[in-house]
Nanobody, 124 residues
Framework: QVQLVESGGGSVQAGGSLRLSCAVSGDTSKDICMAWFRQSPGKERQGVARINSAGKTTYAASVKGRFTISSDNAKSTLYLQMNSLEPEDTAMYYC??????????????????WGQGTQVTVSS
């Protein structure tokens, strides 16, 4: 079992920055793929960024160059640094974990554990 708890959401103006955190606890001794997803009301869940156990990362085209995913294994924490925020980034952001070395190109439904989400609101 793995537990995920997000924090760091809030309200900012366009052009601002936020850093989301996801505290990870439980059995993470095996290969683990971590990711951030987001969902706005009436829209489908969207993948934002992923990082595998080797530290390789991928990003959605809409956030590439603005967002950075990273992990601090010593602190068992996943981060999402979000810069140059746009109103279109407004959404509930979720941290997710997949207990498998295969991390990229797999659907969101294949992730095993999810956090409760943290709201990000960007005003124009």
């Amino acid at each position: 079992q793995v537990q995920l708890v997000e924090s760091g959401g809030g309200s900012v103006q366009a052009g601002g920055s936020l850093r989301l955190s996801c505290a990870v606890s439980g059995d993470t001794s095996k290969d683990i793929c971590m990711a951030w997803f987001r969902q706005s009301p009436g829209k489908e869940r969207q993948g934002v960024a992923r990082i595998n156990s080797a530290g390789k990362t991928t990003y959605a085209a809409s956030v590439k160059g603005r967002f950075t995913i990273s992990s601090d294994n010593a602190k068992s924490t996943l981060y999402l640094q979000m810069n140059s925020l746009e109103p279109e980034d407004t959404a509930m952001y979720y941290c997710a974990a997949r207990m498998n070395w295969v991390c990229f190109g797999v659907p969101s439904a294949s992730f095993d554990y999810w956090g409760q989400g943290t709201q990000v609101t960007v005003s124009s």
